[in-house]
């Protein structure tokens, strides 16, 4: 019998089955969601949507975080641009962290990266985006 | 997280679908067999964007129905053991709270909540009430949790999380 592949839904193991695709922000999703369905509605205004659009389409419109269309791509531009990794910079834009202890804490991965860059300027140019992205989004984590 | 996919599906029509409407079916019948749907490993199929090569039909031999072999684009939902991602709380017991990531059900047990938030079932329904920081976990309220494990079903994924760890937890009360 094969060997069973230990924690096969990993985050670190993410781009074993998504290397290929493309991940999105919640941003995104909404954008593409609200688009896709009004024009749905448009040809049959009757159209019942499963259960799982409609909770995906009102979970994007609750937790979108950028608020004009072309935000997502220069975060994704600036920071892939910068050796972060796509799932790295799609949970940065996601969940807005306040600072870079944050980041690191939610998104561990981005510590390994920044010493893979040998880049001083990387944890830095985060941060950045990350006071960006907490602008744009207005939301603060209660403490 | 939510991923941009190109899938592939043979759909099947059957002969009275034949006709100046049949591209407009053919989608329509693609859309009814996979929104909605989950698997382990693409995880939940949310909404199929656009057709990338609708393929020519075939004629099945005995049945008169043509085949299509198919390719999509399409938004998925998929969890990730150690992802962090926001949630709105749905239901909330002595044993925990389930919470809503979209169609992804969480559940967060007590022993994943830290030590000093206490169960209450007060007026305005269960909670979890911080004494020390003055913050409850209710319906309804957006939560960062970390997700510990998951498994799937034939229709859906379920998973374990946990907010006892820095950064994580209440984020915003319910929305007025």
């Known amino acids: ?143 | 997280m939510f991923f941009l996919l190109e899938m592939e599906r043979i759909v099947t029509l059957p002969p009275q679908t034949f006709g100046s409407g049949l591209r407009e079916t053919l989608h329509k019948q693609l859309i009814s067999e996979v929104e909605g749907t989950c698997s382990g490993k693409h995880g939940y199929i949310v909404c199929v964007t656009r057709i990338v090569d609708a393929g020519k039909g075939r004629i099945q031999m005995g049945t008169g129905k043509a085949t299509f072999h198919m390719k999509y684009q399409c938004v998925a939902f998929r969890p990730f053991k150690g992802e962090v991602i926001d949630c709105v709380v749905t239901q909330i017991n002595k044993m925990g709270f389930f919470a809503d990531a979209g169609p992804f059900a969480i559940f967060v047990s007590s022993n994943l909540i830290p030590g000093d938030y206490e169960f209450t079932s007060g007026d305005q329904g269960p909670s979890f009430v911080s004494g020390e920081q003055d913050v409850s976990i209710v319906k309804d309220c957006e939560v960062r949790v970390k997700i510990v494990g998951t498994r799937v079903d034939a229709t859906e994924i379920f998973g374990i999380g946990t907010i006892k760890e820095d950064y994580l937890g209440v984020l915003a009360g319910p929305e007025t």
């Open chain 1, 1 to 143: 019998m094969g060997e069973r592949k230990q924690n096969a839904d990993d985050i670190n193991d993410i781009y074993e089955s998504f290397g290929q695709s493309q991940m999105l922000f919640v941003s995104d999703v909404e954008n593409i969601l609200s688009t896709t369905l009004e024009d749905r509605k448009k040809e049959e205004p009757n159209y019942e949507f499963p259960n799982v659009v409609e909770k995906a389409h009102t979970y994007a419109k609750r937790f979108s975080t950028f608020t004009s269309a072309s935000e997502p791509s220069y975060v994704k531009d600036t920071l892939s641009k910068n050796g972060l990794r796509p799932h790295e910079i799609v949970m940065l834009g996601n969940l807005c962290p306040d600072n870079l202890d944050e980041a690191l804490h939610l998104i561990p991965t981005l510590k390994v990266t920044a010493d893979d860059a040998d880049s001083p300027s990387l944890p830095l140019l985060t941060l950045a985006v990350v006071q960006s992205c907490r602008h744009t989004s207005g939301k603060t984590r209660k403490k």
